[in-house]
């Protein structure tokens, strides 16, 4: 799309004056009553992009479309987004609004978490990298916890700062963390028929790959290949396989690959050589390595059971 206007925004003070809010209180850190917020002046689509963390909770009620990274979504009900440096937020509509927007966003400098335990932690939350239609749909009971934490880290944003706001501000952040942790945890399971249909599919995607005689060719594929047929982030597969299967993306590929391998041992007579070599393998020593990890018998003791 030719005519998208693009901005980075590189502070939380920068991101103040484009929304047309007060100036932050810490120039590191801001909790935004999202009905404050002023819709950028543009003529038509528009995108941020934010060098920060952004966690957030939206009701919109406008016509107006939304846009997280290459996704649409209209905000009919409240749900919860994370957003880390660099992804794209935006909107879609070409006429200036007056919406209406209800909720709330958190905006993280990653110079906040210097020298703090988050600084790294924070790494490991996937739900930062989750497209928009993994968002995160919280229970009336969730929301209400979740909207308290936010309302104690506003409380102390908006105390006077001394020595002991930023762990204040960052114990309040983990817990909200912790929280959306679990809570993505119960989505993946409550979520039965939409994940169930993701994980049915990610079988057939690789049924129709191992069929296919790519293995030889290319090799096994990355979990980011699966991730983008499915259409999901690689991150969000990899929470939905660990949560129903306790299997990472990376174990799941790797079991069915070796389950391949114990088909082709007790059915066919190709050599463990040619055999490693249709599942994709350029060295024997690594075929063989995986198969004894996975089984506990190297491929030879494997096949000797057959016979």
């Known amino acids: 799309m030719s005519n998208v206007q693009l901005h980075r925004i590189k502070t939380i003070t ?9 100036k ?5 850190v801001s909790v935004i009553n999202l009905e404050s917020v002023q819709r950028p002046q543009a003529d038509g689509p528009f995108r941020l992009i934010f060098d920060f963390y952004s966690i957030s909770m939206k009701r ?43 909720g709330w966003m958190i905006l993280i400098h ?14 490991q939350y996937e739900y930062f990298d989750y497209s928009v239609h993994e968002a995160l749909y919280l229970s009336d009971k969730e929301e209400n916890m979740i909207n308290g934490i936010v309302q104690h880290m506003e409380q102390e944003y ?37 994940n169930h249909q993701i994980l049915a599919r990610l079988e057939d995607a690789l049924s129709v790959y191992f069929n296919s005689g790519a293995l030889a060719k290319e090799g096994l594929p990355s979990v980011g290949y699966f991730a983008e047929t499915l259409n999901v982030s690689p991150g969000y597969l990899s929470g939905l396989l660990k949560t129903l299967t306790g299997q990472s993306t990376q174990q799941h590929l790797h079991n069915k690959l070796i389950g391949l391998a114990k088909e082709k041992l007790s059915t066919t007579s190709l050599t463990v050589s040619e055999i490693a ?24 003791e494997f096949r000797a059971s057959f016979n």
């Open 14 to 22: 920068e991101y103040h004056r484009l929304a047309g809010l007060p």
């Open 24 to 28: 932050p209180q810490h120039p590191l």
């Open 60 to 102: 919109v009620c406008d016509n107006t479309s939304y846009k997280y990274g290459q996704q649409t979504y209209d905000f009919d009900e409240g749900v919860m987004f994370f957003m880390s440096p660099g992804q794209v937020f935006g909107f879609d509509s070409d006429k200036v609004s007056t919406h209406k927007m209800s």
């Open 110 to 123: 990653p110079d906040f978490l210097w020298n703090t335990a988050l600084a790294k932690a924070i790494k």
């Open 158 to 194: 908006h105390s006077n700062i001394d020595k002991f706001s930023q762990s204040v501000i960052i114990a309040q952040l983990e817990l909200l963390l912790t929280y959306s942790e679990r809570f993505y945890q119960r989505q993946f399971i409550t979520r039965k028929i939409a």
């Open 277 to 300: 070599y249709e599942l994709g393998f350029e060295h024997l020593q690594s075929f063989s390595k995986l198969f004894k990890t996975k089984t506990n018998l190297s491929p030879l």
